[in-house]
Structures are given as C-alpha cells and as structure tokens.
C-alpha cells in the first residue's frame, strides 16, 4: 500500500475520531447523552417530529438503542410517540421537548452552522461533494467483502 495514502486515511480515521468526540463532548456539557442528543438533533433537522426510522437511518444507532433512548426521552416528557401505521411511529417534541431542544440541539446546529458560515459557498460545496464521493466510493467497496 502506497505510505502517502496509508499516512491520509490514518489522518482522516483520526479527525473522524476527534470530530466524534467534540459532538460527544458537546452532548456532555448539554447534559445530554449522546443518544439522547442525536435524536433530538434528527428531530429538530426534520422541524419537531420525525418517524423512528428516519432517526435510526440517520444516526446510525441500532434500532434498540433508539427504543431505549426514546423510551426514557418519552418518560421524561421531552417526546411523545404517534402510529403513523401499524409498523411506523413518528416522534414528536412535547413542549417540554421543545424547550430542551433550543438549549441543546438547536445550539449544536447552530455551532455547525457558524462553522459552515465562516466558509466560502465553494468551501461548502467542495466538503460536501468529497464526503458524497467518499461514502459513495466506500459503500462500493465494501459491498466486496
């Protein structure tokens, strides 16, 4: 294997890492799990509901670890569960979820965003293009093994 792109995909692994751990960091000072967190943010990005199966698509939690989660978040009346049809439930901020989510999500989305605004339009657009081609190039591979 070529060093140079061993030595790029050991950096890369790394700043994913060291991404990880600031929204996890993040989650933390909010008092907020980091499960907990990424629903509210999945919900929050959809407005104030969204269907359990976009949130474990998006996260990449486990269907269980979204149950859980959503289980205590619904104990806590942070959110409420709705069928949408027999198999499918959509998930719905409460007021009191609302409220939590300004003093948490909304502040994560609203840090990602100052971030993508102190960047050039092309900046933006070259990030996104090359983590769509990343993904799309390692879903390929890895449809292989």
């Known amino acids: 294997m070529n060093n140079n792109i061993f030595e790029s995909v050991k950096r890369c692994n790394y700043l994913y890492g060291e991404l990880n751990t600031e929204y996890h960091n993040a989650s933390l000072k909010l008092g907020l799990s980091d499960s907990a967190?990424?629903?509210l943010y999945t919900i929050?990005?959809?407005?104030?509901?969204?269907?359990?199966?976009d949130i474990c698509r998006l996260t990449g939690l486990s269907k269980q670890t979204v149950n859980s989660a959503l289980r205590k978040l619904e104990g806590d009346d942070i959110i409420r569960l709705e069928s949408v049809t027999p198999k499918s439930k959509r998930v719905c901020l409460t007021e009191r979820g609302k409220t939590l989510s300004k003093k948490t999500a909304l502040r994560l989305i609203e840090a990602e965003n100052a971030v993508f605004a102190s960047w050039t339009e092309d900046e933006v657009r070259q990030y996104i293009k090359l983590i769509e081609r990343f993904l799309v190039m390692f879903k390929e591979k890895t449809e292989e093994f």
């Open 37 to 39: 967190m990424q629903i």
């Open 44 to 53: 929050c990005n959809f407005g104030e509901s969204c269907l359990i199966t």
